[in-house]
C-alpha cells in the first residue's frame, strides 16, 4: 500500500523526495549505461517495469479475507541490481499514480524511497548473502522477494511515523501502530511474493537463458555446460552474478 | 482474485481539444493549493473546483471518477482510524483512543483527497502522447523511450492479464485460496514468457523495417493560450484568496 496522494505534510514530502533523489540520479546513470551497452536489453527494462507495473495491479487473496497488492521489487532487483531499480521503481509508481490511483505525485519521493530504494537494497543484500551462504537460486529469489516486500512496508510505516507520531508514544508509538497494521495482510502477501519470485526466477532460467546472459545475470556457460543446463542438471549450477 | 484496471476516458472528454499545457496548468495549480492551503475552507474549494472541472466541464463519467477515488479513500479511512489510536509503551503495552479534534483527524484525509482529485484531473483529460514533449524536458532521452515503451506494454501485458484470467477462473481456479495461489503463479510466470516472446518479435519486426533508437509518435500539439492561462491562474489566485481571506490570515 503506498502513502496516497497529499497524506504527507508538505516538508516530509520535499524531505524524501530530497532522499530518493541521489539515488534515482545514480540509477539513471547506471540505466544509461546498461542500456549503451546491452541496447537491445531495452525491451528486456521495459518489459520488467510493465511487468512489476501488472504485479502491483493485482489483487492477491490473503488470510484475513482482505486483499492487498504485491509490490513487484524482488524480481526486478534480483534481474537488473538495486540500482537500475530506483529509476525503474519510480517509473512504476508514477504510472501507478497516473493509471491505478495508488501513491501520488507529491508523495513520489517517500514511496520511490521505499519501494523502489530500501526495498531493493535489502532484497540484493538478502539475494547476496544466500547465495554466498549457498542457498540455491529459487530460495535466494524466495528470500529477496519476501525480504523486499516485508522491507518496503517497514519504510512506509516509519516514513508515517515520523509524519504523525503518536501523542503518548511518539514515534516508536506510530511506528507499532501502523506497522501493525501492515502486518496484517504484507506478512502473508510477502510470503506469496517470494515464492512467485521464486518460480519466475526458474523459469526464466529456464525459458529466457539469452536474455539473462546479455544482462549478466548468470555467466555464460561453456558450450558442453550449456547442453548439460538444458538436459538434465539443474538451472542452479550455472553461476549467477548480481545484475549488469 | 480480480483485475482491474481503469479506462481512463481522455478520448470522450470536452477537454481533448484543449493544450495539454493549459491542462497541466489547472492541475498543478489545483495540487499546490491543496499543499500549501490551509485546510478548512482551502482544501475544500481545492476539492469542489477540482471534482467540478472533471465531472461538469471536462464531462468525465461519474462512474469512471467514483471508481478512481475507491483506492485513495481506502487509505484515508485506514489512516483516519489510525491516527485517533494512542499507543503508550510506558507500563506495559497499552490502547486508547486519545482526545483529538475529530476535525484535527480528518485534516490529513481531507488534504489527500483534494490533492488526489486535483492530480487525477490531468491523467483522466490527457492523453500521454500529448504529455512526452514535457517529459522530454526532464528526463533523458534514453529514460523517455523507456517510459514510452512502458507505457505501451502496461496495456499489452493488461490484456494478456485479463483474458488469461478469465480463462483461468473459468475453469474455477480461483475457487479456494490454495487453487487461488496455484492460478496466480502460472499466470505470472506464463504472462511474462509470453510477453517476453512477444516483445522479441517485436523488436525483431521493428528491427527489420530500420527503426532507430526512438519511437516517434504523433501528437496534436497545441499551442497555450495566454488568456486561458492567466484566467486559470486568475482563478487560482481567488482560491487562495478567497480561503486565506476565510481563515482570517490576510
Not at chain 1, 522491507?151 to 506510530?174: I, K, N
Request: hydrophobic share 50%.
Amino acid at each position: 500500500m503506498h502513502i496516497a496522494e497529499g497524506f504527507l505534510p508538505v516538508g516530509h514530502a520535499v524531505g524524501w523526495t530530497a532522499v530518493s533523489m541521489p539515488f534515482f540520479a545514480h540509477g539513471i546513470y547506471r540505466l544509461r549505461c546498461v542500456l549503451r551497452r546491452y541496447p537491445n536489453s531495452r525491451l528486456l527494462l521495459a518489459t520488467s517495469a510493465a511487468f512489476i507495473f501488472v504485479l502491483s495491479a493485482l489483487k492477491l487473496p490473503s488470510i484475513t479475507g482482505s486483499s492487498s497488492h504485491p509490490t513487484g521489487v524482488g524480481l526486478g532487483t534480483v534481474l537488473f541490481g538495486p540500482s537500475v531499480m530506483a529509476p525503474l521503481g519510480t517509473m512504476v509508481l508514477l504510472f501507478q499514480a497516473l493509471l491505478l490511483a495508488h501513491g501520488g505525485l507529491t508523495t513520489l519521493g517517500a514511496n520511490a524511497f521505499s519501494m523502489a530504494i530500501a526495498g531493493p537494497c535489502v532484497a540484493s543484500w538478502v539475494f547476496g548473502v544466500s547465495r554466498k551462504c549457498r542457498a540455491s537460486l529459487m530460495v535466494a529469489a524466495f528470500l529477496a522477494g519476501t525480504m523486499g516486500d516485508w522491507a518496503t512496508y517497514l519504510t512506509t510505516a516509519a516514513q508515517l511515523a515520523l509524519a504523525f507520531p503518536d501523542a503518548a508514544g511518539g514515534f516508536a508509538g506510530s511506528f507499532v501502530k501502523f506497522g501493525s497494521v501492515f502486518a496484517i495482510t504484507q506478512i502473508p502477501l510477502a510470503i506469496v511474493e517470494g515464492l512467485v519470485t521464486a518460480l519466475v526466477v526458474d523459469l526464466l532460467i529456464s525459458y529466457s537463458r539469452p536474455e539473462l546472459v546479455e544482462l549478466s545475470f548468470i555467466k555464460e556457460p561453456p558450450d558442453e555446460e550449456l547442453a548439460d543446463c538444458n538436459g538434465s542438471r539443474s538451472p542452479d549450477h550455472c553461476a549467477p552474478c548480481h545484475g549488469p | 482474485m480480480s483485475f482491474h484496471m481503469p479506462h481512463l476516458n481522455y478520448q470522450h472528454n470536452r477537454w481533448q481539444g484543449k493544450p495539454a499545457g493549459e491542462k497541466l496548468v489547472w492541475s498543478g495549480g489545483l495540487l499546490a493549493l491543496a499543499m500549501f492551503l490551509p485546510v478548512y475552507p482551502g482544501c475544500l474549494f481545492v476539492l469542489i473546483t477540482a471534482a467540478a472541472l472533471a465531472l461538469l466541464s471536462a464531462r468525465i463519467g461519474p462512474k469512471v471518477y467514483f471508481c478512481l477515488l475507491l483506492y485513495p479513500m481506502s487509505f484515508i479511512l485506514l489512516g483516519a482510524l489510525v491516527t485517533p489510536l494512542s499507543l503508550s509503551l510506558d507500563g506495559g503495552l497499552t490502547l486508547r483512543f486519545s482526545a483529538l479534534d475529530p476535525l484535527k483527524v480528518l485534516e490529513p484525509g481531507l488534504r489527500s483527497l483534494s490533492a488526489f482529485c486535483s492530480m487525477i484531473l490531468l491523467p483522466l483529460t490527457t492523453p500521454s502522447a500529448d504529455l512526452l514533449p514535457f517529459l522530454n524536458k526532464i528526463l533523458p532521452e534514453d529514460l523517455t523511450e523507456l517510459v514510452v515503451l512502458t507505457h505501451r506494454l502496461i496495456f499489452v501485458f493488461c490484456d494478456t492479464t485479463e483474458q488469461m484470467r478469465q480463462a483461468q477462473d473459468a475453469r474455477l481456479g480461483y475457487c479456494s485460496m490454495p487453487s487461488a495461489y496455484r492460478s496466480l503463479s502460472s499466470l505470472l510466470a506464463a504472462l511474462l514468457l509470453r510477453t517476453l516472446d512477444r516483445c522479441r518479435r517485436l523488436e525483431s519486426g521493428l528491427s527489420a523495417r530500420g527503426l532507430g533508437r526512438s519511437l516517434c509518435m504523433l501528437s496534436q500539439r497545441q499551442p497555450c493560450s495566454p488568456n486561458a492561462v492567466a484566467s486559470t491562474v486568475l482563478l487560482l489566485a481567488l482560491i487562495a484568496g478567497l480561503s486565506l481571506s476565510w481563515r482570517g490570515c490576510l
